[in-house]
């Protein structure tokens, strides 16, 4: 069976590309200093929406959006997000949120990010306070 070059050498480079790529992260702390300072903030929850959605007291609900992870590629185009200087997706410990950010990045969203640690981190310091 002859390979596709072309084919493979797409995939190398896409690799080499993604390897090379930083995580789009935010640490819990800087993440609770920008809900404090009432920063233009939107959260996309990408958690099922029987386990759905964040609260925090310092962030109104309509700035809160749940995008179950399985549907992130075909439902994140359908919300208006233009409004927002930064995106932060969210799961409950942060896998699923990582890799969100990172999708939206390759579709064109450069002001996304991910929580590291998720809603179980944040609420963590939270508590610490």
Same mark, same amino acid.
């Given at each position: 069976?002859? =390979?596709d070059?072309?084919s493979n050498?797409?995939?190398? =480079?896409l690799?080499?590309?993604v390897?090379?790529m ?6 819990? #702390?800087s993440f609770?200093?920008?809900?404090k ?6 959260i #996309?929850d ?5 386990d759905?959605c964040f =609260?925090?007291? &310092?962030?109104?609900?309509?700035? #809160? ?6 549907s992130? *590629?075909?439902?994140i185009?359908?919300l208006d &997000?233009?409004?927002?200087d930064m ?6 410990a942060g896998?699923? +949120?990582?890799?969100a950010?990172?999708?939206m990045?390759w579709?064109?969203y450069d002001? *996304?990010?991910? &929580?590291? +640690?998720g *809603?179980?981190?944040?609420?963590q310091?939270e508590n610490?306070?």
């Open positions: 069976m002859l =390979e070059n072309s050498s797409f995939i190398y =480079e690799n080499n590309k390897q090379s930083p995580w789009p992260v935010i640490m819990p #702390i609770a200093k920008l809900l300072e009432k920063k233009n903030i939107a #996309i990408v958690r099922e929406e029987t759905c =609260e925090d007291r &310092l962030l109104s609900s309509k700035d #809160i959006y749940n995008v179950p992870f399985n992130i *590629v075909n439902k185009g359908d &997000l233009s409004s927002y995106l932060i997706t969210i799961c409950f896998p699923k +949120g990582a890799v950010a990172s999708i990045r579709m064109g002001n *996304v990010f991910f &929580l590291k +640690g *809603v179980e981190e944040y609420v310091l610490s306070y």
